[in-house]
């Protein structure tokens, strides 16, 4: 308890009034006493008090300290509670972010604690932005103090970060990778407001995205670190998972738990490639941990919900055999293209620039197909999948060239099923 008195003391201390609060506080006062004036008859405050000062005598000690009490309570406790629901612009917003907050910040112990209090700070701004545009209340004047006030909350949590690197590089590393996904997923969901909302503001994103966007310590954790950090957070998502009840539809679930099994399969690849590079295995662990992360904000945060799909924040991550069903089906649909343009190609004069021309890029088309599918069928994905995306760059160039030259592929297609 006298801890938090001396701690309590000494946030007050640097608790000031802006020249805004005090003239609004100053304009109130001298209001209540042109409303309520001094009895008629008394010349001043100082007649007043020795007119009653026999009654002053009399005053019984256990009032003043009943209603010394119920001041205190209204004052830290009453009023501060009120503040909580304040928006920028209201009577009590400055005690929500300057008494309430800072208070709350003091009272934070650990160094990794204090991160997570700014990271969350910025996520109420946020909040408070989005409310204050429903509300049409977000001028761009407020739209500068929260850009700001994101500023100065990301700023903090950097400085918290490099305070811990100083005895831990690892915990500053885990932190720092918490808070770029925080600003991640909140970057993300200002791009979906912004392409369908004219009143979210670009200087709101501008200032998230770089934020979320500014250049990590390049430092590096412990393998046995972070992976220690990932068994922590899935337990945390599978408990989240299971206790969504009527929260999430079956195919949000779904998706949660298939991105779940997407981590739990980047750790299986880490843990194989450990041996040979572990450099590599680590970050394979790092993107698998801000992946979970994203997927408890999801499941957490009805805000997220509302403005971002899972797909947006956590691409899911084919499977061997998706992939190879997926290359299959691209190879597929680029031969049935390929087909319609040679049909389209017998409407030109063989001996003309564009007909050599477009026989010359089938003929390559047909060389870099064979190889993909040489590749394919000996199981190298990812030289089969850079040819065939070869391949559909070509397709997509025969398809512009045939319509720069008027021959609707289309029409050829539908023509050569009717004969």
Not at 3 to 14: D, P, T, V
Not at 57 to 65: A, E, F, R, T
Not at 310 to 325: G, H, M, R, S
């Amino acid at each position: 308890m006298k801890k938090f008195a001396e701690q309590f003391k000494k946030r007050s201390e640097k608790l000031r009034l802006s020249s805004y609060e005090r003239n609004e506080l100053r304009e109130r006062l001298l209001s209540y006493m042109e409303y309520h004036p001094l009895p008629g008859g008394v010349g001043s405050t100082s007649d007043y008090v020795k007119s009653k000062k026999r009654f002053s005598v009399s005053i019984n000690g256990w009032l003043v300290g009943r209603f010394a009490g119920v001041a205190a309570v209204l004052v830290f406790v009453v009023v501060p509670v009120m503040a909580e629901d304040a928006l920028p612009g209201d009577t009590l917003y400055p005690i929500k972010v300057r008494f309430n907050e800072e208070l709350r910040g003091a009272m934070v112990s650990s160094p990794y604690q204090k991160v997570e209090w700014e990271t969350e700070r910025l996520e109420r701004r946020l909040a408070e932005a989005d409310l204050l545009a429903d509300s049409g209340r977000l001028t761009p004047d407020a739209e500068a103090d929260v850009a700001e006030a994101i500023k100065q909350h990301s700023e903090a949590a950097r400085e918290g970060i490099a305070s811990i690197r100083a005895t831990d590089n690892d915990e500053a590393t885990l932190a720092e990778i918490s808070l770029t996904s925080t600003l991640q997923v909140s970057a993300e969901i200002l791009t979906k407001k912004g392409s369908s909302d004219s009143a979210t503001s670009s200087v709101l994103f501008g200032a998230v995205n770089k934020a979320a966007t500014t250049q990590l310590s390049g430092s590096t954790v412990s393998y046995e670190k972070i992976l220690s950090r990932i068994e922590v957070e899935t337990t945390r998502a599978y408990e989240y998972l299971n206790s969504l009840g009527n929260v999430a539809s079956p195919e949000q679930k779904s998706d949660i738990e298939r991105r779940l099994n997407d981590v739990k399969t980047k750790v299986e690849s880490a843990n194989k490639l450990k041996e040979q590079d572990k450099a590599g295995a680590t970050l394979l662990l790092t993107e698998a941990l801000s992946n979970t992360q994203k997927l408890i904000s999801f499941m957490t945060k009805l805000e997220v919900r509302e403005n971002v799909t899972i797909e947006d924040l956590v691409p899911i991550v084919p499977t061997d055999e998706e992939k190879f069903n997926a290359m299959q089906l691209n190879l597929s649909n680029a031969s049935t293209t390929i087909a319609m343009v040679e049909t389209g190609l017998k409407q030109l004069k063989p001996s003309s620039n564009d007909y050599i021309a477009i026989a010359d890029t089938i003929s390559q088309y047909r060389l870099i197909e064979i190889e993909a599918k040489r590749y394919l069928t000996a199981g190298e994905l990812k030289k089969a999948e850079a040819l065939i995306l070869e391949i559909l760059e070509i397709v997509k160039a025969l398809e512009d060239t045939m319509v720069g030259l008027g021959i609707d592929l289309e029409a050829e297609e539908t023509g050569e099923k009717g004969t």
